[in-house]
C-alpha cells in the first residue's frame, strides 16, 4: 500500500478521488464509558418507562434504566440495535431530530461535566479541516445513529447530512393533516458496523475511499476496503492510551475493542495513533 | 408555494439549501417502450437463459425472453424487481458496473437505434447545468437501479455517484483470496419510488430539496415533499406530449403512467412541461 501524502507529484490524486471517511465513535469524539448515544437513550427511556412496565424486567431495558452501564455494555450489539429501536421510532424524523438537539444543549457527561459536543478530539478536527482544505471529500460511516448525528454533527465537524452516514432505521411517507411526514420505524435498516461499513460506503458514496481512519475493530473491514485500492491509500487508527486526559483501551474493552484490527494495522503497515505520545491536546479548550 | 426565480433578493436561497433533485426514467431520459433499464435485463436474461431452463414457463421471465414487452410491463413493478434481482445479483459490484458499460456501449434503441445514453433530453441536461452553475447540488432520485445509473450517469449529465439514488439490492463484504469484494445480493434494500423517493431522499441526503423534476406518478410523493417546505420551492413533471419527437402517453401508460400527479401539479400549480410545445429540441444532435 503506497501511502497518501501531501506533496510529490506522483501522488497527485484527481479531486474526484479524494474521499476521506472517519469513524464517529471513539475517532472524532470519545466513547467511554459507553456510547455517548447511550446517554441519550438512557435519558430518552426514562422520560418513557412509565408508559413501559415492561422494561423493569427485561434486558437490556432493566440495565439501562438502572444507570447499569456494565449491564447494557454486557447485551452487546443486539442489545445496542434494541435500545436504540425503542427510542429512535414511533416520531417523524423532525420531532427526532429536536429531541436530540435539546438532549444535546443541556446533557454533559458523567466524568468531564462538558456538553458532549465539547469531547470531540481537537487532533482529529484539524485532520478533517486539513483535508477539506486539501479538496476532499470528508465522510463519516459510523455504527452510531445517522439520524442522531446528523442532528449535531454538521455543526460539530462541518460535514453536511449527506456526508454523514450511520447505523439506520426504516422511514415511512405518510400524510397527516394534508402534510407530509417521514416517520421513524422500528426496523433495522443497515447496521454500518463492521462489514457493514463498506456496504454504507459503497451505497451512500459509491466510490472506494482513499482514506479511512477508525479506532475499533468495528472499523476493520473500512480499512480493508479503503486500502484494498490501487495509488496512494490512507488506514488509520486512534490507539486509546491516555488514562490520564482520556482513556486507555483496546483489546479487552466491551465499547470500541481494539484487538484484530491493531494486529492487521501492524501487519499491514496501516498507521497507528498513539494518543498519549502523538497528540498535544485531546479536546478542544474549555470556553472560559 | 412560492416558486424559485433566478432573482430578487427575497428569494435568495442559502447555499446549503439549494438540493435539486430529478426523477430519471421519462424525466432526464426516455423510458419507452420500456423503461431501458429493461432491454438490459433481457439481453442478461437470454444470455444465461440456458442455466435457467425455468424461465422459460415462469413470469416475468417467460415474457421478457421471449420480447413480449406488453407481458412485462403487465407483471408490474415486482414483476420489475424479480427480474432486477435475477439479473443483478450474485456477482460483485465492479463485475456488475463492467456488465453494464460493455452493454451500454453496444446496445441500441430499437426504435431510434441511437445508443442509450443518446436519448437524454437536451432541455434537461441544460437545466441540470443551469441549477450547478447556480450552485446547486443536482441528484437523481430515481426508481431505476443505483448500481445500474451509476455505472453510466456521470458521464452522461456530470453528477457524480454519490448524487445518484436509486432502487437498491442488499451487498454483502467478503474476503476473496484476501482481497475484499462486495457482493450483490438478491435481496432489494430501497425501492426508491413513490413513498419511496422522499425516504430514498432522507436516507441519503438528510435534507429537504427544495426543487424537484418528475414524470409519473411514482413521482408524486416525491413532489409533495419536495413543495411542503417552507421559501422557495419549484414542482415540475415533464408531460410526455410529442409522438412525433418522442412518445406521447400519460393517464393510460403502462411505464411512466401519469394520472394522479398531473392532476395534483393542476390543482396545486406545479409546472407542467408540455414537451410538443415547450421543447425546441428533444434528444442531443447526433454526432456526425
Redesign the interface.
Known amino acids: 500500500m503506497k501511502k497518501v501524502t501531501a506533496t510529490g507529484s506522483s501522488d497527485f490524486v484527481p479531486p474526484?478521488q479524494r474521499i476521506a471517511v472517519f469513524d464517529n465513535d471513539g475517532t472524532l469524539w470519545a466513547e467511554q464509558p459507553i456510547y455517548f448515544q447511550f446517554f441519550f437513550v438512557i435519558d430518552q427511556l426514562q422520560a418513557q418507562s412509565p408508559q413501559h412496565p415492561e422494561w423493569k424486567t427485561t434486558e437490556p431495558f432493566k440495565s439501562a434504566l438502572a444507570g447499569d452501564l456494565k449491564g447494557v455494555a454486557a447485551s452487546g450489539e443486539n442489545g445496542i440495535v434494541q435500545l436504540v429501536a425503542a427510542t429512535h421510532a414511533g416520531m417523524t424524523?423532525e420531532q427526532f431530530a429536536r429531541n436530540v438537539n435539546e438532549w444535546m444543549s443541556t446533557a454533559r457527561h458523567p466524568k468531564t461535566r462538558r456538553v458532549f459536543t465539547e469531547m470531540v478530539y481537537q487532533p482529529m478536527l484539524e485532520l478533517v479541516h486539513y483535508l477539506r482544505d486539501n479538496g476532499f471529500?470528508t465522510y463519516i460511516v459510523s455504527g452510531g445513529g445517522?439520524d442522531f448525528m446528523?442532528a449535531w454533527a454538521t455543526a460539530a465537524y462541518g460535514i453536511?447530512?449527506?456526508q454523514?452516514i450511520g447505523s439506520?432505521g426504516?422511514?415511512?411517507?405518510e400524510?397527516r393533516d394534508g402534510?407530509?411526514v417521514?416517520m421513524k420505524e422500528a426496523k433495522v435498516?443497515?447496521v454500518d458496523d463492521g462489514?457493514?461499513k463498506?456496504?454504507g460506503i459503497?451505497?451512500?458514496?459509491?466510490?472506494k475511499p482513499i482514506f479511512a481512519f477508525g479506532n475499533s475493530d468495528g472499523d476493520q473491514?473500512m480499512l480493508?476496503?479503503t486500502a484494498?485500492g490501487d495509488g496512494a491509500r490512507f488506514a488509520g487508527l486512534v490507539h486509546h492510551t491516555d488514562a490520564s486526559r482520556e482513556w486507555a483501551y483496546d483489546r479487552q474493552s466491551p465499547v470500541g475493542k481494539l484487538d484484530k484490527a491493531l494486529d492487521e494495522a501492524t501487519a499491514k503497515g496501516w498507521t497507528v495513533v498513539d494518543m498519549r505520545k502523538d497528540w498535544n491536546a485531546v479536546f478542544p479548550a474549555e470556553k472560559k
Not at 426504516?170 to 411517507?173: H, I, M, N, Q, V
Not at 459503497?202 to 466510490?207: L, M, S, V
Request: hydrophobic share 30%; aromatic share 8%; proline share 15%.
Open positions: 474526484e424524523t471529500k445517522q446528523r453536511p447530512p449527506e454523514i439506520q426504516e422511514l415511512k411517507f400524510l402534510k407530509p417521514l435498516a443497515l462489514p457493514g463498506p456496504v459503497e451505497r451512500f458514496i459509491g466510490r473491514q480493508e476496503w484494498s
